[in-house]
């Protein structure tokens, strides 16, 4: 089983950052993909990036490609998720998710364990 724990949401003005954290704990993930997610209200969860924990290999939906950054640390069991250039449309709950494949993946039913989220808001 896996647990994943994210932090660091919270408000921010427009052209801010933040940083979120997802803390992985109960299996080893070297063979793991990982994935950030977003909800904004009243709309669809969303692809935002994803990462092979073994290679750090990475992709970004177009939309924040060149303003997020997604990153893991090996040794803390951590993912990251730098978000800089925040904008108004980037307010969401985001959340991470874990996939026991090999294969990058972009939506959500691709993923078998997931955080319970943390919220972003964003002010123009």
């Known amino acids: 089983q896996v647990q994943l724990v994210e932090s660091g949401g919270g408000l921010v003005q427009a052209g801010g950052s933040l940083r979120l954290s997802c803390a992985a704990s109960?299996?080893?993930?070297?063979?793991?993909?990982m994935g950030w997610f977003r909800q904004a209200a009243g709309k669809e969860r969303e692809f935002v990036a994803t990462?092979?924990?073994?290679?750090?290999?990475?992709d970004y939906a177009g939309s924040v490609k060149g303003r997020f950054t997604i990153s893991r640390d090996n040794a803390k069991n951590t993912m990251y998720l730098q978000m800089n250039s925040l904008k108004p449309e980037d307010t969401a709950v985001y959340s991470c998710?874990?996939?026991?494949?090999?294969?990058?993946?972009?939506?959500?039913?691709?993923?078998?364990?997931w955080g319970q989220g943390t919220r972003v808001t964003v002010s123009s």
């Open positions: 998710a874990a996939r026991d494949a090999y294969g990058l993946a972009y939506y959500p039913f691709n993923y078998d364990y």
């Open positions: 109960g299996r080893t993930f070297s063979r793991y993909v």
């Open positions: 990462i092979r924990w073994s290679t750090g290999n990475t």
